[in-house]
């Protein structure tokens, strides 16, 4: 079986009003090497009925009960066959008809790549970006300590979960960033300039609080950089560090509280 360059994920639940357009994003496209993998979590307002109308052997649906969009996403993990990853959410589009064969050419450029990301426009106001604008550029470390990437702009290559990686479910709303910290500490990670996706604002991490997440940042941050974070670049975030730190020497295993301790200590006379 010839295995397809791109897996494009969409998880689906009720989306039944903007499905439509999401998948004539990506069946419209100029690259046809490509599968569709929708994860629907048991849909009740005809959104499969409206899925298996485009009746086109790329596209694949599994509806099932599941425990929410990362749930539905590492189910489709165990599924796809492509080189590269897209996750899009089902009231996300792609960005342009050539946008897969663009993103193409830009692979097979930088073959040693584990992540690229590039960017997405985003559709509608939010109280932090508005209408039209473009999300984010490229990141540092420093940034994206501060903010996540956006999902939609960001493909993985499918060796990252072949070595077991998957969205941690303690986190209902930003596995993605949790995900996102984790590869920008294991991986290579390529930018590219090119806008991926069309972004709808309004999404779950948009419009609701992580409070795991929120709890867990800074200490996972140092548990998955480790010494790599004793750089006067992140000085920034100290205070940050410092609260990590002091939680790992009182709770963390061995190994972690000596990392804490040489974490605050760096960052108290920084």
Sequence with gaps: MIKPFFSIVIPTYQSASTI?????????????????????????????????????????L?????????????RAIGRLSGQWVLFLGSDDRLYADDTLAMLH?????????????????????SHWIKDGEIYMGETHLA???????????????????ERGERYNL???VLADYDLNLRC?????????????????????????????????????????YRYALLSASLAAHKQDFKRAAKHL?????????MLALAVYLYFKFT
């Design 184 to 224: 920008f500490a294991r991986y290579k990670i390529t930018y590219t300039t090119q806008v991926i996706a069309v972004y709808s604002t309004g999404g779950l991490s948009s419009t609701t609080a992580d409070e795991p997440f929120a709890r867990d940042k800074w200490i996972n941050i140092i548990r998955y």
């Design 105 to 125: 050419t830009f692979l097979a450029s930088t073959p040693s790549a584990d992540l690229v990301y590039g960017n997405v426009i985003m559709a509608g106001d």
């Design 170 to 172: 303690t986190y209902p």
């Design 62 to 74: 599994f509806s099932e009960k599941d425990c929410g969009v990362y749930d539905a996403m590492n």
């Design 249 to 257: 020497l009182r709770n963390g295993t061995p190994q972690e509280r």
């Design 20 to 60: 439509n357009s999401c998948l004539t994003s990506v069946l419209d496209q100029s690259f046809t090497d490509f599968e569709i993998i929708v994860q629907d979590g048991q849909s009740t307002d005809g959104t499969c009925d409206l899925i298996r109308k485009f009746a086109d052997s790329r596209l694949r």
């Design 143 to 161: 940034l994206l300590f501060q903010k996540n990437l956006c999902q939609q702009s960001i493909l993985y290559n499918k060796q990252i979960f």
